[in-house]
C-alpha cells in the first residue's frame, strides 16, 4: 500500500503538512502517527502529533500544534482567576477556637498605674476576729473600721455607721380556720443607732434638702476611720434564732453616701451579725432542789391503772451554764388513786409492771406574745436540746439489765454552755428538766405483741444562770446575800434593757483617730490591690 492511499483518509490540513514532511520510503509501518482521535463538538480540537524522523535524535512538531498550547495556557490562566475570584467572594472559614493562655504581667515591684478603672475601689467594714467572734455581754465594747479606697476625687455626702437591734416573732392567727395554720410575724426595734463618720452630720428633719447643698471631696487614697461602740450595763435578748417561731439578732453595717443627678449611687457594707448574751446572776443560794411527785396516767391509756412515783433531787441549783448537776432519783410503778381509791400511803404496793428506759431531757421554753390586729396573743413552744439514758444503780435489780422493780439512778448532768434565760417584751426563754420512763407489763414482758407499755413524763424548772462578772464567786453570794436585794460588794444585776440608755457610738477610741494614705505608685497596699484586681 503506498503512502498516498494510506493518507487519503485525514484531513486536508494533515495532508498538505505530511508532503511538507514526508518520511522515507524505509520508514516502517510501526512509526507511523496513531489515529485521530474524535473531534469535540463546539471546539476545533488538534491533537498534539509527534513522530519521528528517520534520521536518529530527530522530532518533527507540526507547526500548527503551536497554537494548540496558546489556547491551553489560556484556557488554564482563565482557570486559575475564576477559582482565585471563588475564593474571594466566600467567606472565610471558621478556624477552631484554640486554647490560649493567658499572658501573665512581669513581676513588677512598682506599679504607676491605677489598680481599677472604678471610681470606688475598696469599701469594707473591718472588725476583728476576736470581737466579731465572740459574745458581748453587758459593758463591753465593740470595736472596728471602715476602710474606703478611692482611684479619684469623690464628691460625696457622708460615710455613716448604723447599729441595729431587732426582734420578731411569729403568732398563729386564731382567725385561721384552715388545716394550714397561717403566721402573723411582728417586728420590735430594741434600738437603731447611726452616727456619721465622715463628711455630713445626720439631721433626719432636713436630711432631704441639705443632700446637694454641701458636698465634701474625698481625695484619691485609702481613708481608715476606727470607732467603738459602747454596750450599756443592761440586760439586752440575746442572739437566737428558730425558724418560724422568734429571732433576735444585732446587725452593724457602713454606708457610703453618693447622691447623683439622676439617681443615688449609695453603697453599703455586708452586714455583720454580732452575738450578745445577757447577764443572769443567781438569785438565790445554791441548795438541793427535791424531786417528790406522782405522775398519773392518762385515761385512755392501756395501763390506766398505774401510776409512778419519782423520788429524788438535784444537787447545786442555781446552776451555772456548763456546770455539772449531781441527780439522784427512785422511779417505781405503783398504783394510780384513780384505780385503788386509797390515799398516797397506801399506792406504794406492788404492782405487775416495771420501769423500764429512764431518759432525763433539757428542755428550752420560748414564751412569745405580741398583737394582732389590735388584740395581744401569746403561745409556747418547747424544744428539746439534748438527752441522756440513765443506767439503773440501784440495790434491787429487775429480771432484766434495762429493767427493775424500783429503778435507781445515781450521776451526773453536764448542762450546755450556750444555756441563757433572759426577759423582753415580746419574748422569753426558760427551761426545763423532762423525766420519761417507761412502764411495761411485767407478766408479758418477753412477748412483744401482748406486753402493754406506756410512757410518763414530769416537767421540773431548771435553774440556770449565766456568765457571771469578774470577782462574782459563790463564796461571796454565800457572805452577802440579803432578803430582798442584791448588792455584792457593788455588783448588781444589771437592768432590763426597756429601763437604760441605748447603746453610744464614737469616732476612734481604741487606735488612731483617723489615717489617710495617698496614692503613691510605691505604695505596697495598692500594688498588692492592683495584683488582685488583675487576678480577677
Known sequence: MSHSENTSSWPKLLRRLSTSTRPSSSTSERQRPPPLPMRPSRMLYQPQQLWTDS???????????????????????????????????????????????????????????????????????????????????????????????????????????????????????????????SLVKADLNLFEKRLSLWGQEIDSNNQQAAAGAQMEVLAPGTLRIPFSIKIPHVNYPATIKRDKVCRVRYLIWAQFERPGTFRDHDMTTPKELLYMEPLAYPTRLREVFRINRLIEPFADSSTSSVAVQVDGGLSQLPA???????????????????????????????????????????????????????????????????????????????????????????????????????????LSRTYELRIECDVADDSSLLDKVTRQTSTYTLYTPLDVCTVSPDGFTAATLNNAYTDETMNISGIAPPAHHLAAAEPTIRIGGWEVERSYVKWDKLNPCWIELAKKKAAA
Open 320 to 426: 451555772m451554764a456548763g456546770d455539772r448537776v449531781l441527780y439522784q432519783l427512785e422511779i417505781r410503778a405503783v398504783r394510780s388513786a384513780a384505780a385503788s381509791g386509797t390515799d398516797f400511803a397506801d399506792q406504794r404496793q406492788s404492782v405487775p409492771y416495771t420501769v423500764r428506759y429512764v431518759r432525763m431531757c433539757v428542755v428550752e421554753r420560748l414564751y412569745v406574745r405580741g398583737l394582732i390586729k389590735g388584740s395581744e396573743h401569746s403561745q409556747s413552744y418547747r424544744t428539746d436540746l439534748f438527752s441522756v439514758t440513765l443506767d439503773p444503780t440501784g440495790q434491787i435489780p429487775g429480771k432484766h439489765s434495762n429493767s427493775a422493780g424500783v429503778f435507781a439512778s445515781t450521776g451526773y448532768l453536764r448542762l450546755p454552755v450556750d444555756l441563757c434565760p433572759f426577759e423582753s417584751k415580746q
Open 55 to 181: 534520521r536518529p535524535g530527530t522530532v518533527v512538531v507540526s507547526p500548527g500544534l503551536q497554537g494548540l498550547s496558546l489556547y491551553v495556557d489560556e484556557q488554564q490562566r482563565m482557570y486559575e482567576s475564576a477559582q482565585q475570584r471563588q475564593q474571594r467572594q466566600q467567606p472565610p472559614r471558621q478556624q477552631p477556637p484554640q486554647q490560649l493562655q493567658k499572658p501573665q504581667p512581669p513581676p513588677t515591684a512598682v506599679d504607676d498605674r491605677a489598680p481599677t478603672t472604678e471610681r470606688v475601689a475598696e469599701f469594707r467594714l473591718d472588725i476583728p476576729n476576736g470581737v466579731c467572734n465572740m459574745t458581748q455581754h453587758p459593758g463591753d465594747t465593740i470595736v472596728g473600721s471602715v476602710v474606703v479606697t478611692v482611684t479619684k476625687p469623690t464628691r460625696a455626702q457622708r460615710i455613716s455607721l448604723t447599729f441595729l437591734g431587732q426582734e420578731r416573732v411569729y403568732l398563729r392567727d386564731p382567725e385561721n380556720t384552715s388545716l394550714i395554720p
